[in-house]
């Protein structure tokens, strides 16, 4: 796996984990497909960091049994203008540089 592509597995996955956050709005954040955040956190961060991947599978539980609430909360919020999501500064990593 690239060096890149390994940071953001792990970026992804920790940003998940401590934001509690949909697959959709870290997509934004990191400015990658909702396909590529799935597969990053479903098949690529289980290799890198199980324990990180188990508790983004938490996550991403909680988030499937509560999406017909937030489709709800979604278009609710479309409908009142306040659905922006700010995005993820770049060059900005939740780990610790890699030397």
Same mark, same amino acid.
């Given at each position: 796996?690239?060096?890149h592509i390994w940071r953001r597995v792990l970026? *992804?996955?920790?940003?998940?984990?401590?934001? !509690?956050?949909?697959?959709?709005?870290a997509a934004r954040k990191f400015g990658v %497909? !909702? %396909?590529?955040v799935h597969k990053d956190v479903t098949e =690529?961060?289980?290799? *890198?960091?199980?324990? @990180?991947?188990?508790? #983004?599978?938490? *996550?991403?539980? #909680?988030?499937?049994?509560?999406?017909?609430?937030?489709? +709800?909360?979604?278009? =609710? =919020? !479309?409908?009142? +203008?306040?659905?922006? *999501?700010?995005? &993820?500064?770049? +060059?900005? %990593? &939740? @780990?610790?540089?890699?030397?």
């Open positions: 796996m690239k060096d970026d *992804v996955g920790h940003y998940l984990a401590h934001e !509690k956050t949909t697959v959709r709005e %497909s !909702k %396909s590529t =690529r961060l289980p290799k *890198v960091n199980p324990e @990180l991947a188990e508790r #983004v599978k938490k *996550v991403l539980e #909680v988030n499937k049994a509560e999406r017909h609430l937030r489709g +709800g909360e979604a278009t =609710r =919020r !479309k409908y009142q +203008g306040q659905n922006e *999501v700010p995005s &993820f500064p770049p +060059g900005r %990593s &939740f @780990l610790p540089e890699v030397e």
